[in-house]
Nanobody
Framework: EVQFVESGGGLAQVGGSLRLSCVAS????????VGWFRQAPGKEREALAC????????YYASSVKGRFTMSRDNAKNMVYLQMDSLKPEDTAVYYC????????????????????????????WGQGTQVTVSS
């Protein structure tokens, strides 16, 4: 069973940076697509970034492209999200998730590109970490 624990959230100033980390357990091969999504109060979940196991590429939602950078360290079973140029609208709970089946992997990529709700795509995700951006 794949499990995630996110960390690194906190309070940041507008224009500041935070680096989120996610440690994964139960991932035994490179066949998993992993990614990040968030949920702000009163809003739907929003897919932000993913690294596809199909082509190794990293995909971003337009809302964070150029500001957020996702990376993955398979040797350490770690996933990261470097967040720069933070805005108040980035305030949310941030989650990392994984998908392995071909159908779900394709869905993760599509929903990430659209910035859509990835709830039906990811097979598992962590408890989340709160990010608050104040002006």
């Amino acid at each position: 069973e794949v499990q995630f624990v996110e960390s690194g959230g906190g309070l940041a100033q507008v224009g500041g940076s935070l680096r989120l980390s996610c440690v994964a357990s139960g991932i035994t091969d490179d066949g998993y697509t992993v990614g990040w999504f968030r949920q702000a109060p009163g809003k739907e979940r929003e897919a932000l970034a993913c690294i596809s196991s199909n082509d190794g590429k990293t995909y971003y939602a337009s809302s964070v492209k150029g500001r957020f950078t996702m990376s993955r360290d398979n040797a350490k079973n770690m996933v990261y999200l470097q967040m720069d140029s933070l805005k108040p609208e980035d305030t949310a709970v941030y989650y990392c998730g994984a998908a392995r089946s071909p159908r779900r992997v394709s869905l993760v990529v599509v929903q990430t590109a659209l910035g859509a709700d990835p709830s039906s795509a990811y097979e598992t995700w962590g408890q989340g970490t709160q990010v608050t951006v104040s002006s």
